[in-house]
């Protein structure tokens, strides 16, 4: 059974810094990406940034610049450094794992870690 469990989280300051982190029970090459998702309450849960398993990155503009996925392979861990932040980037910061099973996409999701931007 997969298992995810991210950490992190916290109360940071507009302009402060803080590194998330997700700890995966299989190798990061199990999945074919990674990914951080994000949901603010009363609004969808949307893509902050992904990591395929041969290392490319995408991110969702609203963060490129000032987030960076990273990778420890040998520790199973994906991390989330968030740089720069806004109040807007206030939410419950999800990690993903994405793979395929037969034809079907599959998804794993971690419980999900707080972040807390505000002066």
């Known amino acids: 059974q997969v298992q995810l469990v991210e950490s992190g989280g916290g109360l940071v300051q507009p302009g402060g810094s803080l590194r998330l982190s997700c700890a995966t029970s299989r190798s990061i090459f199990s999945f074919n990406s990674m990914g951080w998702y994000r949901q603010a309450p009363g609004k969808q849960r949307e893509l902050v940034g992904t990591i395929t398993s041969g290392g490319s990155r995408n991110y969702v503009d609203s963060v490129k610049g000032r987030f960076t996925i990273s990778r420890d392979i040998a520790k199973n861990t994906v991390y989330l450094q968030m740089n720069s932040l806004k109040p807007e980037d206030t939410a419950v910061y999800y990690c993903?794992?994405?793979?395929?099973?037969?034809?079907?996409?599959?998804?794993?999701w971690g419980q999900g870690t707080q972040v807390t931007v505000s002066s």
């Open positions: 993903n794992a994405a793979g395929t099973l037969y034809s079907s996409r599959l998804d794993y």
